[in-house]
């Protein structure tokens, strides 16, 4: 999969037939992979059936890894990808809750008409000791291990999330799997596959494979998320309400699923790996997402904006910008070693829906936001569209790839508020900066410049500016 990213990030720049060439390929291919011979629509299971090796045996195992879990098995549980596993689970989940043990999950293929609820200090956990995933694009599904698959809320995102996980208890080891969401047209909405509902709860080694919303945390506070991997596709993470630290790592969210056209196309106009209302404090490390419409989005909620520390951010083909801004608190965000790719390919999507910018600030921000040793690369319109009143920095970045239609637009637009720009790289020789007159103040000392310096200032009245080295 990695190899094709490159492959098709090329041909958008370079070679526009071989583009077309490519666009057949992909539509060869997750077209054949999701219909039968006959090319007839078929239902998961029988999809399932004929394509997934060991599907339609029933997994007998009544052991456990975990020494005084409650198996699920022994309480009904059938992997036999027919079985309805609900009351199963939660019958094995009551038993546990009665001293805060482990129910332990066989590995298996079960079904759940309804959704689970795992108690106060009650472990759900399957058999996986790290997070799986699975190349479904190239027909590796899951049938290695613990597999719970959802069918309860299709077409309605608001109904119950299917896995609820409440204080101190811990979801853990397993696959999440839509599997009447199928990987080609439009995306069918479902409820969250996942929700954190009470502090300290947790949600580690999961892979969601393919749900619409993947997790989230809500008046959780000091919640734990790590190791999740998948391909979202509407909402992959979303923090609210955290009156506590939140911590965020290790997520890698990729098309694994489904590189379908039209089900990419969907994705990259409306899909946002992750979103963050009101959180005091959420440490975020080491995490990525790869064609979203935007890869982060700060937002206001009822509860308001949040503050955070993040290191180690990836978001590789954002449709629209790899890190959204609109809201955030006076102390803001501190963004460090981020590495973003803002393009746009109309190979998933059409032209009018993509205005490619790393980095875009909006109109109602006022908080700080400091970019500090990070990496951005296009072809991009912008690397940063500054608006709202806040400051914005960056520091020891690298710039490179913007103005993607020759059409003289700098690397920064900075419409208003306060902006520093120190000791930066600007690797191509284009216009890096453009002032406007709302913005209240700038600085712009120390940066490494290509080309000749191209600064301009429409109107800023406080501008500190020095010790630029340019070519010319």
Not at 189 to 196: F, G, K
Not at 215 to 228: F, L
Not at 356 to 373: C, H, L, M, R
Not at 456 to 467: D, L, S
Request: with cysteine.
């Amino acid at each position: 999969l990695e190899n094709w990213q490159e492959d098709w990030r090329l041909t958008e720049i370079y070679n526009p037939v071989m583009m077309l060439l490519f666009a057949a390929f992909l539509l060869f291919r997750s077209t054949t992979s999701l219909y039968l011979a006959n090319n007839q629509h078929y239902s998961s299971r029988s999809w399932l059936a004929k394509d997934m090796p060991y599907i339609g045996q029933v997994n007998n195992l009544r052991t456990s890894n975990i020494p005084g879990a409650f198996v699920v098995t022994d309480y009904g549980a059938i992997g036999d990808n027919s079985t309805d596993n609900t009351a199963a689970f939660m019958s094995a989940i009551a038993a546990a809750s009665n001293t805060s043990g482990t129910v332990y999950i066989p590995p298996g293929l079960y079904r759940f008409n309804g959704s689970l609820i795992v108690p106060p200090g009650v472990a759900l956990c399957g058999s996986y000791l790290s997070v799986p995933s699975h190349a479904v694009v190239h027909g590796d599904y899951p049938a290695d291990g613990s597999i719970l698959m959802p069918l309860n809320g299709r077409g309605n995102e608001s109904d119950v999330p299917f896995i609820q996980v409440l204080s101190n208890a811990v979801l853990k080891g397993v696959v999440i799997w839509h599997v009447e969401q199928l990987g080609h047209g439009l995306p069918v909405p479902y409820p969250y596959a996942v929700a954190l509902q009470g502090n300290n709860a947790a949600i580690t080694d999961v892979e969601i494979l393919n749900a619409f919303n993947g997790v989230s945390a809500v008046k959780a506070a000091r919640h734990y998320i790590a190791r999740i991997q998948g391909q979202p596709l509407n909402i992959g993470i979303f923090i609210d309400e955290t009156y506590d630290v939140g911590r965020l790592e290790d997520v890698h969210f990729n098309p694994w699923f489904s590189i379908d056209l039209d089900f990419m196309s969907w994705q990259v106009t409306h899909g946002r790996a992750f979103v963050f209302g009101r959180s005091d404090w959420e440490y975020v490390l080491n995490t990525f997402a790869f064609a979203y419409a935007y890869g982060y989005h700060f937002i206001n909620t009822e509860a308001g904006a949040m503050n955070g520390n993040f290191v180690g951010l990836g978001a590789d083909y954002a449709c629209n910008a790899s890190v959204r801004v609109e809201a955030t608190k006076r102390n803001g965000l501190v963004i460090t070693n981020g590495e973003f790719t803002a393009l746009h390919n109309s190979l998933f999507a059409p032209t009018s829906t993509s205005s490619p910018i790393q980095i875009s600030i909006g109109d109602n921000n006022t908080g700080a936001v400091n970019f500090v040793d990070c990496s951005f690369w296009g072809p991009s319109d912008h690397i940063a569209k500054v608006s709202g009143s806040g400051t914005v920095g960056f520091t020891s970045c690298i710039m490179s790839g913007w103005d993607r239609n020759q059409q003289g637009l700098p690397a920064i637009s900075a419409l208003s508020g306060g902006i520093i720009i120190q000791g930066c790289n600007f690797q191509d020789s284009k216009a890096q900066i453009q002032l406007e007159a709302n913005v209240t103040k700038a600085v712009i000392l120390g940066n490494i410049i290509t080309g000749p310096l191209n600064i301009t200032n429409n109107g800023a009245k406080n501008v500190q500016q020095g010790y630029n080295a340019a070519d010319e």
